[in-house]
């Protein structure tokens, strides 16, 4: 009687194994790294939020409508000073660098706007008798492409402001992104 032996895997030369690691690697962190850039710009540009529709403002208080273009650029401008105020930026740097981030604003206003009709099209999708998978990956191809977009127009943008500082003023960002990242 001969003994039944499970059939093994078969074993793949090590070059094979090697490059399948590095391209799922290669996918899972570009994965992570689209969804954090949509999950992150999605936040920055939710007009609405909340279970009844409100979006929170500062300290907890309702706000009743969208974050309109001007509120998110005068945001963005004290955002930018009070962090170049933390690294002793002169005020050459701080005009500079706030023309770098309204560009930036005004460039991703448009992502924004696509991603919002996107989201529009696979809520409609979703609601019909039938679920269209053709539809709703074509939705999330557009999808990848603008977080893409967006987050080539983010890193654009932080190399350009980088540009303007000093290697000193810099470092001492890194080490107040780190620390906020702690929290």
Do not use: Y
Request: hydrophobic share 35%; glycine share 8%; aromatic share 6%.
């Amino acid at each position: 009687m001969s003994e039944h032996n499970p059939k093994t895997p078969e074993v793949q030369p090590p070059s094979t194994k090697r490059n399948r690691r590095k391209f799922f690697g290669g996918l899972a962190i570009g994965g992570l790294l689209g969804a954090l850039a949509a999950t992150s710009f999605n936040v920055w540009s939710q007009a609405q939020g909340g279970p009844d529709g409100g979006h929170r403002g500062c300290w907890g208080h309702k706000r009743t409508g969208a974050v309109t273009p001007e509120e998110r650029a005068a945001r963005a401008d004290f955002a930018t000073q009070w962090v170049l105020s933390r690294v002793d930026a002169t005020e050459e740097q701080k005009t500079r660098i706030q023309a770098i981030v309204q560009d930036a604003l005004k460039d991703l206003s448009q992502v924004r706007e696509q991603h919002m009709k996107n989201r529009q099209a696979f809520m409609e999708t979703l609601s019909q008798p039938t679920v269209d998978r053709a539809a709703l990956k074509q939705i999330r191809a557009s999808e990848m492409q603008l977080a893409e977009s967006a987050s080539d127009r983010f890193v654009t943008a932080i190399a350009d402001a980088a540009d303007v500082l000093t290697p000193e003023q810099r470092s001492k960002l890194v080490g107040m992104a780190n620390q906020f990242r702690r929290w």
